[in-house]
Structure formats: C-alpha cells, structure tokens
C-alpha cells in the first residue's frame, strides 16, 4: 500500500484488493490492529488512512478507526486501482549497510522496517529496488521468479544479515547450502519468560495456519507444514524475559517466531504471535508502563539476524560474518537488566 493509494474521490472505479470475513472467533478488537495482523506489509497508519478516505468498509458500511470488529464482519479494501502484478523491479536510491562485497555476493545488514522483496501493498521502497540500484543484471531465482539475488530472506521488521547473489554460479551455489542445511545462521531473540531447559531443540513442523493464512502454526503431524529445527539458547536471563540465540537448522517462513511461541515464549513485542502484552510479570500498573515503555522503544518483535556462515561459492572458503545488536533491542535489553536489579 503506497500513502497515495488511498486518494480517493467519489467518482472513481475502485478495485477491490481485499475481502476478508472474520473469524466466528474473533474477540472484539480495533479495525485498524485487526488488519495490520491479516494484510501483509500493511502499517497502521497506512491503515488508518485507508479508513478515512473510504476504502475500508465493513458489510458495506463506511467506519471509523476505532470501530472493533466483530464474528463473521465482511471487511473489504477498494482502491482507485486494480491489483499489480510483479513485471518488474525498479532501481531506486535506497543506502544500503553493505558488510562484504566482491565480485560474486554481498552481504547487507538490513534495518527492521525494511520490506526485502517487492509485493502487494509494497512496490517500492524494498531491499531488492535499492539492489537493483546498486548492482545491475543480477540473477533471479528458479523459474525466471522476480527475486534478484535473493537466496533467503528475512521479515520486515526482522533487523541483521542478508547475503545476495550476484551472479549465476554465485546464486546456484548458495540456494545449494541453503537446500542443504550447510549454512550457519545464528539470531538474537528476546523473547518472554526463561525457557526451562535452558538449552535445547525445538522441533515440529511449520505451516501455514488452518485459521488465518497469513500466520504460521506448528503442527503435531508429519502430514500437515513442514520439517522445522530450531536450536536455541538462553543467553541472558532477565526474570520475566531473557535473550536468546537461535540456529537454525531449516528456514521456514516465520520459524523462530512460531517455534517460541509454540514453547510458550512469544517474541518480545511481536503482535502477530502474541508477543505485544503483558505474557510475564506482575499485575503492577508500574509494570504494565515499564513494559509498555519498552514496546515503544522497540516497536517491533525483537529479532535480530546476528550472524551468517557459508562456503564462498567460488574460492570454497568458509566465509563468517557477524553483525552487533541493532540500538532498539539493546536499549530494551538495557532497560530491563535496571529494572530486575532494582525491584
């Protein structure tokens, strides 16, 4: 969703982008949070926007912000154009944190906020369109599939590591180690609560969910998701939160988020898995305002994609890169080894 998108008069065709019927389920909550969970890449002011020019309603009806959906509520998004199709990537001036670059990849240290790929609701403004700036003819994936150099990727509000092909040979070598679980990648969580044990492994497969496509479950069944290895370990224990490294062995869409919330440990300020409230702690006002003091100084889950090993895809050597904990997550971290050492 582009801010101009939402521009519009009453005498324009608009195009219906989403509809969406919610769950009988679904508890009362505020339109514009409900959305921003089941649109991807939407912000809630991009939302809020929407809203007020008239290109959200529901069961027909215009509404406010504040109104809070109900069961079985039919919600629709019309903008003044039809859906786009990906044709193309175009280049545009993006700084890029670029770690290492040589004649065959980079490795780029993405900010949380950054969308990496160019989808619905997001044309420009992506990892790949300052890419596609920076570098030229860069190799897409399998199929001709518009994802220029990128052999994996990481969420949105996901901060650290990215390596990108920039030739053929490069971009089949590294889609090789990735396919076969031979690339190192270690990621910085705080998550809430201590897991018990402290170190371990957490398995179950990973898919999407039977309730809200747009989120990922874990399933008890060989025959539902897939295959999802996660190895963590508490690093830092805070009482009611603790920072924890996470290896991956598999790279499913959402896998450390969903893996952690699945061990009763949701990610510190992830609202799609449950993470932005209240999970641990006491009942204190004081302590709901600290928590809520944190949430704004990390407004997002708090994921940091530390570090990256792999085989270079033309000298065969073992290339490793590390990146530090980006400013929100440590100011958060900070806060909160204060808080356990004063109360």
């Avoid at 900010?111 to 790949?128: D, F, K, R, Y």
Wanted: with cysteine; aromatic share 8%; glycine share 6%.
């Amino acid at each position: 969703m582009t801010e101009t998108a939402f521009d519009s008069t009453d005498d324009e065709e608009l195009y219906e982008h989403h509809r969406i019927e919610v769950d009988k389920g679904q508890g009362l909550l505020r339109v514009d949070k409900y959305l921003m969970v089941r649109i991807e890449n939407a912000t809630r002011s991009k939302i809020q926007l929407a809203i007020e020019s008239e290109s959200v309603r529901v069961n027909g009806q215009v509404i406010k912000p504040s109104y809070r959906v109900k069961p079985q509520d039919l919600i629709t998004v019309s903008l003044p154009h039809p859906p786009r199709e990906a044709t193309e990537v175009l280049p545009e001036n993006i700084p890029l944190n670029i770690v290492f670059e040589d004649d065959d990849l980079l490795l780029v240290n993405k900010p949380a906020g950054l969308v990496v790929h160019p989808a619905q609701g997001n044309w420009s403004g992506t990892l790949v369109n300052g890419l596609v700036f920076h570098l030229q003819n860069l190799p897409t994936s399998r199929n001709g599939a518009i994802r220029p150099g990128l052999v994996h990727r990481i969420d949105k509000d996901t901060s650290g590591l990215l390596v990108v092909a920039k030739t053929e040979l490069a971009m089949a070598h590294l889609a090789r180690q990735f396919f076969e679980h031979t690339i190192e990648r270690t990621y910085l969580a705080l998550v809430w609560g201590e897991p018990s044990p402290p170190e371990g492994t957490i398995t179950g497969n990973v898919g999407r969910s039977t309730r809200d496509r747009r989120v990922m479950d874990v399933f008890p069944h060989a025959d539902q998701g897939k295959e999802a290895v996660t190895h963590y370990k508490m690093v830092q224990p805070l009482r009611y939160v603790s920072l924890v490294q996470c290896n991956l062995e598999t790279g499913r869409t959402h896998q450390i988020r969903v893996h952690m919330k699945f061990r009763g440990h949701p990610l510190f300020n992830d609202a799609t898995y449950g993470g932005d409230r209240v999970v641990k702690g006491t009942v204190f006002s004081k302590y709901r305002q600290f928590v809520e003091n944190c949430f704004e100084l990390c407004p997002r889950q708090a994921l940091h994609a530390r570090s990256l090993g792999f085989q270079h895809p033309r000298t065969g050597e073992w290339m490793q890169f590390e990146v530090p904990l980006p400013d929100d997550i440590r100011a958060v971290v900070a806060k909160w080894e204060g808080y356990v050492t004063t109360e």
